[in-house]
Structures are given as C-alpha cells and as structure tokens.
C-alpha cells in the first residue's frame, strides 16, 4: 500500500502564480490540487490524458473546446484527452484534478 502526506507535498508553480501539489498516485491515475489565487489564468493547452475536476473552494472559469462554464464550491467537471481547455480563477480556488493516465511530469514525490 502507498500511502501520501499532504504536508511532505511537494510544492511547484507550474505557470505564474497557480500553486500545485500531488495528493496521490497509483499505477494508472493520479490527484493533483492546485491553488489558484483570484484573477490566474492557466493557459490554453491539451494533453492526452483524461482530467475530472472538482472545485474545493471558490469559484473559476473553464473553457474546454470553445465552451465556457463557471464552476463554484462542489461543482465537478470532464475534460475529455486531448481536448484545449484553460481556466481562469473568478475568485482564490482549490482545484482537485485527476489525471488517467498518469501525467508523469507531475510525479514529484514518493510515497510514504
């Protein structure tokens, strides 16, 4: 069994600003949680891996293939692989994202 620590997390900035630390990982999936603070923008981008979101705290826009929604506390989204999407934070926002399969570059830490 691999078990994680939220406060031996690794911290990385992977754009200006948006804070990110890995929850977990397995074999085939992984839980990220980034920070937004209000007024971030993450950038336009894709990637072939299938993401599901969940907004912890705060609220954030979401564009995913042209669409835009707003997302607040308890909402929950898909981006299907390879989709564009970029968020923009509406307020300071906690972003829980899983990622299947794993996003390598995203494994910063071991397990306990």
Not at 22 to 29: A, F, H, P, Q, V
Not at 38 to 46: E, I, W, Y
Not at 53 to 66: E, H, K, L, P, V
């Amino acid at each position: 069994m691999m078990m994680y620590k939220y406060d031996e997390a690794v911290e990385a900035e992977p754009v200006p600003g948006v804070k990110r630390r890995m929850l977990s990982c397995g074999n085939n999936i992984q839980a990220i949680e980034f920070f937004l603070p209000k007024g971030v923008k993450f950038p336009l981008h894709r990637h072939p891996h299938e993401q599901i979101g969940f907004i912890q705290m705060g609220s954030m826009r979401i564009w995913i293939d042209g669409e835009v929604h707003d997302l607040h506390e308890g909402d929950g989204y898909v981006v299907p692989p390879n989709a564009e999407h970029r968020t923009e934070a509406l307020e300071d926002c906690i972003d829980i994202d899983v990622f299947s399969p794993v996003r390598e570059e995203y494994r910063d830490r071991s397990p306990r």
